[in-house]
């Protein structure tokens, strides 16, 4: 990844013309179902493409929100996503920051994208980010209500990380959790690690929300949240994010691929 720092201007230039010409992109990063072995669950993850230079989110997102474009950029993933999944078929989530549910004009497009595509609602989730800042629950709870009952699961990010998580899942009706890889990649390594992540996987089954394990980056890792009944596992042990071209090669069972 290409994390060469542009100056402010030249920066929002190249995001401005990037929004236009198709330069805004998603990596899919494959989820392992546990239970069934089972592909075809993806993470999009947004790019930023220019000639041959391939730039991660934090190299531009920063300087998207100081230049007022984020928001164009929210609008292109959802666009993207809602395309990818009519396309290859495939199960989808992004993320969604908590300043995006506080933007109506966000929100109202959102809102409209889902209705015009309601045939691929079913196969879409939102990760809800940055819950230390969250502090309008009502807010984020209508907008849980209103995209559930499109067929829209939604899922909290990083759970685990504060106490802004345990707050959020206990006011907030989530159709799931994603286990921050912090606590995920020492879970063989910290005894405290393995109590955390079997308390959170207790929690998330008195809430019923399904579990998503992040930074799964080995063999040993994938058996102990089997043995756990974490639900599903994301990390470089199953792959790293792939090119739109890649996604047909990861539908299918992982045992397949070994």
């Keep these: 990844m290409n994390s060469e720092k542009y100056n402010a201007t030249k920066f ?26 089972e592909l075809g669950l993806f993470e999009g993850l947004i790019r930023m493409k220019d000639k041959d230079k391939l730039y991660g989110p934090d190299d531009f997102l920063e300087e998207a929100r100081k230049s007022g474009i984020y928001e164009k950029l929210t609008e292109r993933v959802v666009d993207i996503a809602v395309e990818s999944i009519k396309k290859y078929n495939i199960k989808l989530s992004i993320n969604l920051e908590y300043s995006d549910i506080a933007n109506d004009k966000t929100m109202n497009n959102l809102y409209k994208s889902l209705k ?7 196969k879409l989730t939102l990760e809800i980010t940055e819950t230390e800042k969250m502090s309008d629950y009502k807010k984020v709870a209508d907008f849980i209500e209103h995209v559930q009952s499109l067929g829209v699961k939604v899922y909290i990010d990083d759970f685990g990380t504060g106490y802004s998580n345990f707050e959020a899942i206990a006011k907030l009706n989530l159709d799931g959790i994603k286990i921050d890889g912090s606590i995920v990649r020492n879970v063989n390594k910290d005894k405290r690690n393995y109590i955390t992540l079997k308390y959170i996987m207790n929690l998330a089954k008195e809430f019923k929300a399904e579990t998503v394990a992040e930074f799964v980056e080995d063999r040993d890792i994938l058996i102990t949240l089997n043995t756990m009944g974490i639900d599903y596992s994301q990390g470089y042990y199953i792959s790293k994010p792939v090119s739109e071209e890649e996604i047909h090669k990861w539908k299918g069972n992982l045992n397949e691929r070994r």
């Design 116 to 122: 015009e595509n309601s045939e691929i609602t079913k």
């Design 12 to 37: 929002k230039k190249l995001i401005t013309d990037s929004l236009s010409s198709g330069g805004i992109i998603l990596n899919y990063q494959p989820i392992l179902n546990n239970k069934t072995g």
